[in-house]
């Protein structure tokens, strides 16, 4: 892929991410959203108010410091405008760290630059959660862009390094640190799957992990016990990892519970349908990576078909997991008082003017729900093994799955470290991935820019 293109396109989404915040600044010139939370909290630590804190504010403040280090080394004013600017920093940085990411998946060097990136990687940089959170004062892109350094950190072997960035990637969400553990986990695998033993050494232990598309289901346990036999292995790059643990469990013992500030709005619970709705946003989204698997729309439309219903044996299983999803669906369902009440998000509608259409209508997207994550499965699974695979739908879970809220934000993450998996794409493919995010992009920024409503009201994600 040409390093050319790739630089050609940071330029350009440079560019327009600055005058994207400049109109923003223009129009939104008030806090918006969550922001009333943010802004005065890091204006306070910006004045040396350290001990104040809004107890509604339910994230760590890795935020608000890096506002104020953005404020000694630049000396600006801590006002709206300039807050705002924290974000679009880690924005136009972040593909330089998706490009060791991407290059990671498809095991290709990455440019000799660090201030090179590649056009999968400014693409990625472009996905729409990613561009619309770049011009508010949230946590979103800080956190992804720590998230992303660590797992690149954790690839190159530097686990100390990697332990350190975890542990301030979860200074801007507590939820990090699950991704701080599967860049471990994934840092080891791939180790395990292409190390060598050295010279005269005793060969190393062996650990089962069969290529995934080629792996039965009888391939899972044998490869989750087989860990047992490496772990004298992979257990001397975990202590940066476990001490990062160490920390966070201190701090959830002082604090009484994950969730800071505001509890009472972000109780726990179990919320199956969460990953169906990840499923369904990840193939809305992500569709055009698709249309570049191997043979085709056609061939993986085939192979998903066969997944499903070949034999008489599979058609059985598929039925067995629609009738475990449609349990779930009916015992699961949560109709969060937020998503019901605040009309600012496209949630609010989408809930009810589909999901709440008919009782019916959320037990009809099942079978989609069961294609759509095959798809991502042949997708992804083409150049992994089996365990390779599987890790990120299993660190997903602890992510969504007591989240009772609908939320597209909580997609961001896992929804990228998803796109990494993909091999690589060709370039027409990229460029029909960043005319689609740019369809999205210019539709929701102009709703929220200029389909201002009455009483100050901005659609958002």
């Known amino acids: ?116 990136p590649t056009l999968d990687a400014v693409v990625g940089a472009f996905f729409p959660l990613v561009w619309f959170f770049g011009f508010l004062y949230y946590t979103e892109v800080p956190g992804l862009l720590s998230v992303v350094a660590t797992f690149v950190a954790a690839s190159q072997e530097r686990h100390w390094l990697a332990g350190l960035l975890g542990l301030v990637s979860c200074t801007f969400r507590q939820t990090n640190v699950v991704w701080v553990l599967y860049a471990y986990a994934s840092s080891q695998l791939m180790y395990l799957r292409f190390r060598r033993a050295a010279l005269g050494a005793p060969p190393p232990a062996k650990l089962h992990d069969p290529p995934a598309l080629a792996a039965g289901p009888a391939d899972v346990p044998r490869s989750v016990w087989s860990l047992v036999n490496v772990l004298p292995d992979i257990l001397p790059a975990f202590v940066p990892y476990a001490l990062v643990l160490l920390v966070f469990g201190g701090f959830v ?67 067995l997991v629609a009738a475990l999803m449609a349990a779930a669906v009916k015992l699961f369902t949560i109709h969060h008082p937020f998503l019901l009440s605040d009309n600012r998000h496209y949630t609010f509608y989408v809930w009810r003017r589909v999901f709440l259409l008919h009782p019916i209508v959320p037990y009809l997207f099942i079978p989609g729900y069961i294609a759509c994550a095959w798809m991502w499965f042949l997708r992804v699974g083409s150049d992994q093994t089996i365990l390779q695979s599987l890790l990120l739908p299993v660190c997903t879970l602890p992510i969504l ?15 990228i470290l998803l796109r990494a998996q993909v091999g690589e794409v060709p370039t027409w493919g990229l460029l029909t991935e960043a005319a689609w995010y740019a369809v999205v992009n210019a539709a929701t920024m102009w709703v929220f820019l200029y389909g201002e409503r009455e009483g100050g009201i901005r659609f958002m994600w």
Request: with cysteine.
């Open 253 to 319: 013992v002082w604090n009484g519970g994950i969730v800071l500030g505001d509890k009472s709005n972000h109780i726990p619970a179990f919320h199956v349908p969460q990953l169906f709705y990840f499923i369904a946003f990840a193939s809305m989204l992500g569709w055009p990576v698709m249309l570049t698997a191997e043979g085709g729309v056609s061939s993986l439309l085939r192979a998903v078909r066969e997944r499903m219903f070949k034999g008489r044996r599979r058609t059985l299983v598929t039925a």
């Open 401 to 415: 799955l007591p989240t009772p809220l609908l939320e597209p934000r909580y997609f961001l993450v896992p929804y």
């Open 1 to 116: 892929m040409s390093s050319s293109l790739g630089v050609t396109a940071f330029v350009l989404f440079t560019t327009a991410a600055v005058l994207t915040l400049k109109e923003v600044n223009m129009l939104v010139t008030e806090p918006y959203m969550d922001e009333p939370f943010h802004v005065p909290q890091a204006q306070a630590y910006c004045n040396g108010d350290w001990a104040y804190w809004d107890p509604k504010i339910t994230t760590p403040p890795g935020l608000y410091f890096l506002s104020f280090v953005l404020k000694k080394a630049v000396i600006f004013k801590c006002t709206l405008p300039t807050l705002r600017m924290t974000p679009l920093l880690t924005l136009v940085s972040l593909p330089f760290a998706l490009t060791r990411l991407f290059c990671y998946h498809q095991r290709v060097r990455p440019p000799a630059s660090l201030f090179a």
